[in-house]
């Protein structure tokens, strides 16, 4: 069975019961007031339904307990939809000692929520050797993914007497259409295919509220909402249709197009960077010194084999005021023939974000083991400059 994120700690997975908590009830953690929102989940939140945003991140915290000769791992199982949810990375955590037998811990598995959709996240507890098993105990979690609200800005108001019309705001304004709709006669309004270039205008889909009517009321109509943000200079134009979904092959009973011109903000464009860098180092650039400037990317790529128990350590104890942690994700190598002890790749990203020197120490360890001889050291000192 191939394994998206193969854990490299001993792992104990508490028997899974009765649900601890519903989807309003988990908190985000904030580690500083820049930081995305991490929606945590546990092991009692099984089979449930989790909502979140693009841009948040989901961070399942599994219970974990080592203990000796128990040599099983929690992984990912093939399921999750890429285009929803990417992996960044997972961890063992250890609130007492780290290298103590039977002490109860935490399994940390980090996921950046990238679109809307919907995916599952599926868990499996097995010995690594044994992939062609059925694990132990299973997890799964269902992630509904919404898209961010827009940034705050200049809101621009369209409605139906603004039809055909030409509006120009700045990068960072909102743009909205309010259309009437009345879904109880099966039609509604949709954006028409590729007449928004999402480059310069990014939609978040729409929004429908009934009328205030009387209780017990049918029939009754309300208004459809449409919401862009102006993203990057330029010319587009936003399309939508009255239909009833279902009848493909007609027009629809109505129409509404206008024309936005998006000018540069007063301060700057919001477009990203183009002459960010990033800078990929291998097995065999350790003790390397790199200079590099805000906003630039360190890559590194390191052969790993969970396996034989070891992982690389302390990926998140560089000085994060000056390089942020973005990514820290393990891919087993290609395994056609399913053989057993077979390594990968771990990549580990760093990003860039303010002047100084810090210094990345990672060690490849049992973690069990801190000690041994056959630990391998890996260091690369990095001195950020200005843009």
Sequence with gaps: MKYGILLTAVAFFAAAGAFAAGPDDLQPNLPDPDAPVEIRVTTGDAGKEVKAKVGEY????????????????????????????????????????PTAVGVDGKVLFRYLVKDAGTSEIRLGYTRPWESNETP??????????????????????????????????????????????????????????????????KSYGGNYEVNAHPEGMVGVGGTETFTFTAVAPGRTGIALGYARPWEKDKEPAQS????????????????????????????????????????????????????????????????????KLEKNDYRQNANPGRMVGVGGKTTIVYRAVKPGTAKIDLTYMQPWEPDSEFNTNYTVTVKVLEK
């Design 58 to 97: 989901i961070v399942i915290e599994m219970d974990n307990n080592v203990m000796a000769g128990n040599v099983r791992v929690w992984s990912e199982l093939p399921g999750r939809n890429d285009d929803v949810l990417e992996a960044q990375e997972s961890r063992n955590v250890n609130p007492k000692r």
């Design 136 to 201: 132990e105990r299973l997890f799964n979690v269902k992630i509904v993914a919404e898209k961010a609200a827009p940034a705050a800005g200049k809101t621009v108001v369209l409605e139906s007497k603004d039809n055909g019309a030409s509006v120009t705001v700045k990068a960072g304004d909102i743009v909205q259409v309010k259309l009437r709709s009345n879904r109880t006669t099966g039609y509604s309004w949709a954006e028409i295919k590729d007449k928004t270039d999402a480059k310069i205008l």
């Design 256 to 323: 509404f197009k206008a024309t936005v011109v998006v000018e540069a903000a007063d301060a700057a464009p919001l477009t990203a960077a183009t002459d960010t860098k990033e800078f990929a180092l291998g097995d065999g650039d350790s003790g390397k010194s790199l200079e590099l400037h805000v906003g630039d990317m360190v890559k590194l790529v390191l052969a790993t084999n969970p396996t034989t128990g070891f992982s690389w350590t302390k990926v998140d104890k560089v000085d994060s005021s000056i390089l």
